[in-house]
């Protein structure tokens, strides 16, 4: 049986046509999760302790990195790491407010909502421990795992 140029013309359409809402599903999915997932986001209060603080909160599309300094119990500097946007950049200004009114749950930023709560998220998550870490615990860890494996002579 032969198929005819104009059948195996029509087979591809078809084919590609269904590709293409697959892809598009799969797309839309995608965001849909994201959506949510900044949605859902939620904020707690933190008790600060000093230190330097590292966090991150990922929602797919949105991602962000933050350095936190806490002295004397106040929020001293907030750096940026990482912050990967869509059209989110003008969210950094979010970081200003954190520091000025020392508190996370600060207005967001009109036109880059999701990228302000990504990135007030890195700064709740650096200063609670959920994803981020203190620097003075790393150094700790370091110097108690130094002394537990450095041999001790007796002289």
């Known amino acids: 049986m032969k198929l005819s140029p104009k059948r195996i013309l029509l087979s591809i359409a078809v084919l590609l046509f269904l590709i293409g809402m697959i ?11 994201y959506k949510r997932a900044v ?17 991150e909160y990922d929602v797919n ?3 962000a990195k933050v350095e936190v300094t806490v002295l004397n119990g106040t929020l001293t500097d907030i750096a940026i790491l ?5 059209r989110g950049q003008s969210a950094e200004i979010v970081i ?14 009109s036109g880059a909502t999701n990228s302000s709560i990504v ?10 421990g959920v ?9 700790l860890l370091l110097c108690f795992q130094f002394f537990l494996f450095t041999p001790f002579t007796n002289s």
Do not use: C, M, W
């Not at 949605?39 to 966090?55: A, E, H, L, N």
């Not at 990482?82 to 869509?86: G, L």
């Not at 990135?119 to 609670?128: F, G, R, T």
């Not at 994803?131 to 150094?139: A, D, Q």
């Open 131 to 139: 994803l981020g870490t203190s620097i003075l615990l790393l150094i």
């Open 23 to 33: 892809v598009t599903a799969v797309y839309l999915k995608s965001v849909a999760d």
């Open 61 to 63: 599309f949105i991602y």
């Open 96 to 109: 200003d407010r954190i520091l000025t009114e020392q508190k996370i749950d600060v207005d967001a930023v």
């Open 119 to 128: 990135l007030k998220k890195a700064v709740e998550n650096a200063l609670s």
């Open 82 to 86: 990482e912050h990967k946007n869509e």
């Open 39 to 55: 949605k859902q986001t939620p904020f707690s209060g933190i008790d600060i302790s000093d230190g330097v603080y590292v966090g």
